[in-house]
């Protein structure tokens, strides 16, 4: 990073917690990146108390000096309570941000802890492809689909915390089960694991033969790695289903467009990595699927710059905002 970001401490350090492994970075007051670790997310029934010393020991192995911000996944009010995450075990109502005050108690250090999609909302927002954007819509497609959202200049939480919710918003109310109880969420499309379900409804229907065989042979084994392998060899099959993909991510957007209005929209997430493949063909349907595009100033869509780093620094920053 070559960017500073105003006058935060004078060394802080942001953990993005993930479903096996916590990242942290540590950086200094000009905001580049000094330190970086890594350690294993704590996994089982009992996790949670080796969770947080975990974060306590990774905080410290970075040296951790006025502030320290924690990215989770899943529902986290506002008082950095994770309410439920769906990829860490035995998570319900699990005050992380007490926890960890308790921990570095009588230190004047200042403590944030907030949804991962929020994190990396801000890093692109502050650092990365929405610098100068006021109004702007981060969407994450990874296994699932996250988020957060800039208004006004602003970081907008929700009244409970929980803003940026996008992957459950029902776009086929008779599509498939989510994990979350419904049907049809829009990340049963237009996430990673959809790009998958997409792929593999096409190899039963006995299409992307090239996709099936990449896979080993087994249309239940395709993955979306193997679609992206395929179409960056010029498979048509493929491509169709990259092209129905990205309507099903344009979808989405132009729903975010019709409820917020925003400026841009950034797309992060693992499908970062084949934004060739995408950008193109998402922006074509959105404004296929946008309504009324002739009255307003389309939103612009770019990717994510801020790469695997991306939800830690963000994390770091939220005591800064």
């Known amino acids: 990073m070559n960017q500073p970001v ?23 007051a000009s905001g580049h990146v000094v330190a970086e670790e890594t350690r294993p997310t704590p996994r089982g029934p009992d996790s949670l108390g080796p969770l947080i010393d975990t974060l306590v020991e990774l905080a410290g192995s970075l040296e951790v000096e006025a502030s320290l911000g924690v990215g989770v996944p899943g529902l ?20 992380v941000a007490g926890l960890l005050r308790a921990a570095f108690a009588g230190s004047e250090m200042r403590i944030e802890v ?35 959202l800039v208004a006004n200049g602003e970081l907008v939480r929700g009244r409970n915390g929980f803003a940026g919710e996008y992957g459950h918003m029902v776009v086929d ?24 379900m997409l792929a593999r ?38 491509l169709a289903v990259i092209d129905e993909f990205a309507r099903w991510v344009a979808l989405g957007l132009s729903n975010l467009t ?28 959105f404004g296929e699927l946008l309504y009324q595009p002739h009255l307003r100033e389309i939103p612009r869509i770019e990717f994510a710059t801020s790469g695997p780093r991306a939800g830690a620094i963000g994390a770091a920053l939220l005591p800064t905002l």
């Open 6 to 28: 105003g006058q935060p401490p004078a060394r802080f350090v942001g953990i993005d917690v993930g479903g096996t492994k916590a990242l942290g970075v540590a950086l200094d």
């Open 76 to 95: 986290v009010n506002r008082a950095g309570v994770l309410q439920a995450a769906p990829n860490l075990d035995g998570v319900a109502h699990f005050d």
């Open 114 to 148: 907030d949804n991962d999609a929020t994190c990396a909302t801000v890093v692109e927002w502050k650092l990365g492809a929405g610098v100068g954007v006021s109004d702007l819509v981060l969407v994450t497609l990874g296994t699932g689909i996250g988020g957060g």
């Open 173 to 196: 109310p008779t599509g498939p089960l989510c994990p979350c109880g419904r049907r049809g969420c829009w990340e049963r499309y237009a996430s990673g694991s959809g790009l998958a």
């Open 201 to 238: 409804e096409a190899a039963i229907a006995r299409r992307c033969n090239a996709v099936v065989a990449l896979a080993g042979g087994d249309p239940q084994d395709v993955r979306g790695e193997h679609v992206q392998s395929a179409a960056r060899d010029g498979d048509s099959e493929a």
């Open 258 to 285: 019709n409820a917020l209005d925003p400026e841009m929209f950034v797309l992060g997430g693992g499908l970062a990595a084949g934004a060739d493949l995408y950008l193109d063909r998402i922006v074509a349907w």
